[in-house]
T-cell receptor, first 112, second 111 residues
Framework: DVKVTQSSRYLVKRTGEKVFLECVQDMDHENMFWYRQDPGLGLRLIYFSYDVKMKEKGDIPEGYSVSREKKERFSLILESASTNQTSMYLC???????????FGQGTRLTVV | DAKTTQPNSMESNEEEPVHLPCNHSTISGTDYIHWYRQLPSQGPEYVIHGLTSNVNNRMASLAIAEDRKSSTLILHRATLRDAAVYYCILRTQGGSEKLVFGKGTKLTVNP
């Protein structure tokens, strides 16, 4: 079974902290994605990576950066967390050219 | 990215068929139609995809209009476990493999 694992299910951070959300997949997928999900707004793409060290901005990259040093790991970084970044964060991965993406269980981040 | 339009919500009764519509009037010839669903407290999961012809799998059927400007996800017999948000997404073959979701349709299944 494909597994996409997000490091934390719940996280509480303070305003101004640097926050790292980690995502690991075990199926050698080229593509990895970070989304945030807020009530009434659906899933919004933050960043997409199609290979190690390669990335594309999604619809809402402001306030976020990403790191993909190894194929299996895709990190989302909040340089200086703010309360409006309180959200559910979802990571996904897929094989290049594949129809199906696999999602992690999500990290619910609260910034206080 | 080509856009899709779905109703915000739909209701169904258990064991009845459900037809979830999606409009994609700006679809291009190389866009595949994908459907995902998100059960409560879970990440989305793939349901089905197609290009031109209707498709069936163990989860659902996908009916694609002849002009491809709309499609319908069909759940043949809804169960309580089918209550979820259903997302219709277009993905361009050979283009960027970004997956861009809309707001989806929240399906409620009544016992």
């Amino acid at each position: 079974d494909v597994k996409v694992t997000q490091s934390s299910r719940y996280l509480v951070k303070r305003t101004g902290e640097k926050v790292f959300l980690e995502c690991v997949q075990d199926m050698d997928h080229e593509n990895m994605f970070w989304y945030r999900q807020d009530p009434g707004l659906g899933l919004r793409l933050i960043y997409f990576s199609y290979d190690v060290k390669m990335k594309e901005k999604g619809d809402i990259p402001e306030g976020y950066s990403v790191s993909r040093e190894k194929k299996e790991r895709f990190s989302l970084i909040l340089e200086s967390a703010s309360t409006n970044q309180t959200s559910m964060y979802l990571c996904a991965s897929s094989l290049m050219g594949s129809e199906e993406a696999f999602f992690g269980q999500g990290t619910r981040l609260t910034v206080v | 990215d080509a856009k899709t339009t779905q109703p915000n919500s739909m209701e169904s009764n258990e064991e009845e068929p459900v037809h979830l519509p999606c409009n994609h009037s700006t679809i291009s010839g190389t866009d595949y139609i994908h459907w995902y669903r998100q059960l409560p407290s879970q990440g989305p999961e793939y349901v089905i995809h197609g290009l031109t012809s209707n498709v069936n799998n163990r989860m659902a059927s996908l009916a694609i209009a002849e002009d491809r400007k709309s499609s319908t996800l069909i759940l043949h017999r809804a169960t309580l476990r089918d209550a979820a948000v259903y997302y219709c997404i277009l993905r361009t073959q050979g283009g960027s493999e970004k997956l861009v979701f809309g707001k989806g349709t929240k399906l409620t299944v009544n016992p």
